[in-house]
């Protein structure tokens, strides 16, 4: 099993982000692709699984990950389902053991790119 932490945490005179995320992967030997976000808030579940599954679309690794997320951190003014969204991405690189595509990224005008 691997760990994968990521902490999004960017203040700027125009606003503030905050995410930080903590999950565990392995491989599935069923073949079945799956994420667990039971322990995450309800508000930012969807969130969670969306980052992850960016991930394991991009990683193009064979077989399939049992994901389960360990939590989430944010605060009730600098969080956005975006920030969620990269956290997780983030996280689910370093369980997935490959670097993060460095085109996703947080711009300076708070738009979240995620290329396809």
């Not at 679309?57 to 969204?85: E, L, Y």
């Amino acid at each position: 099993m691997a760990a994968g932490e990521y902490k999004l945490a960017v203040g700027r005179a125009t606003g503030c982000a905050y995410a930080h995320v903590r999950l565990e992967a392995e491989e599935a030997p069923d073949g079945i692709f799956s994420v667990d976000a039971e322990a995450v808030e309800p508000w930012w579940r969807e969130a969670a699984v969306v980052g992850v599954r960016y991930a394991a679309d991009k990683c193009r690794k064979p077989g399939a990950f049992r994901v389960s997320f360990t939590w989430i951190r944010t605060t009730h003014v600098d969080t956005n389902q975006m920030a969620v969204i990269f956290a997780a991405y983030h996280a689910a690189c370093e369980a997935f053991g490959i670097p993060p595509d460095e085109r996703v990224r947080l711009r300076p005008d708070w738009v979240y790119e995620f290329p396809k």
